[in-house]
């Protein structure tokens, strides 16, 4: 069972370019979760997605970013226009379901802004 | 709102030394604490939890209690090896026995040297 698997795992974009970071959670995983980790800082919650649902969506930026888990394929972060205050690592997680379970994490994908 | 600070690091210490990683929380309610530590290339991994007062985790030589009257969660090894060398990231959940939307510290990396 593989784990939790993002990609890529480092992004170069130039400033005003789309940046498109995947997720594919772990098998039978119907929850993920996005994180942020600017450097020198913990990780910070961004949204949290079912199936098809954006469930919480409170630490997303208000503009330029959006978040998706299709009914198929792998989750999606999109960062549009990037500015530098958008590089960092971009962690995803996936829990099997509500409750007390364990949310497991990808590698994460290092966004870096020039 | 909730928050998670920890010791800084780096933290270099000699194999066989003694570990304590400290840890304190701001949060409403008994939030859930947890320990994660991430190795060099891979995803944060769950180390130990504990859900409520006075509970303990343990785990792979690592301990931590939930101390609510210090609002606290040291974590702690007596005796570490070279294979611990990793950053290790305190969090807090305050729904309980879940581990979605942490609050996460800002990571202590440990180098322990043979």
């Known amino acids: 069972n593989a784990g939790v698997m993002q990609n890529p795992r480092h992004l170069v974009r130039r400033r005003g370019q789309e940046a498109r970071l995947r997720c594919s959670p772990m098998?039978?995983?119907?929850?993920v979760y996005w994180y942020r980790q600017l450097p020198e800082e913990g990780l910070k919650f961004m949204v949290y997605l079912q199936k098809e649902n954006i469930i919480d969506e409170s630490g997303m930026p208000k503009e330029r970013f959006s978040a998706e888990f299709p009914k198929e394929g792998p989750s999606i972060l999109r960062i549009q226009q990037v500015v530098r205050g958008d590089s960092a690592a971009y962690f995803c997680?996936?829990?099997?379901?509500?409750?007390?379970?364990?949310?497991?994490f990808g590698q994460g994908t290092r966004l870096t802004v020039v | 709102g909730n928050s998670v600070t920890q010791m800084e690091g780096p933290v270099t210490l000699s194999e066989e030394a003694f570990l304590t990683i400290n840890c304190t929380y701001t949060a409403t309610g008994y939030p859930s604490l947890f320990w994660y530590v991430q190795y060099p290339g891979e995803g944060l991994q769950l180390l130990l939890k504990a859900t409520k007062a006075d509970d303990k985790g343990s785990n792979k030589g690592f301990e931590a209690t939930y101390r609510k009257e210090t609002t606290s969660f040291h974590l702690e090894k007596g005796s570490v090896q070279v294979s611990d060398s990793a950053v290790y990231f305190c969090a807090l959940s305050d729904r309980p026995g879940s581990a979605r939307q942490l609050t996460f510290g800002s990571g202590t990396q440990l180098t322990v040297l043979p």
């Open positions: 098998k039978g995983h119907s929850h």
């Open positions: 997680a996936s829990e099997q379901g509500s409750g007390n379970t364990e949310a497991f």
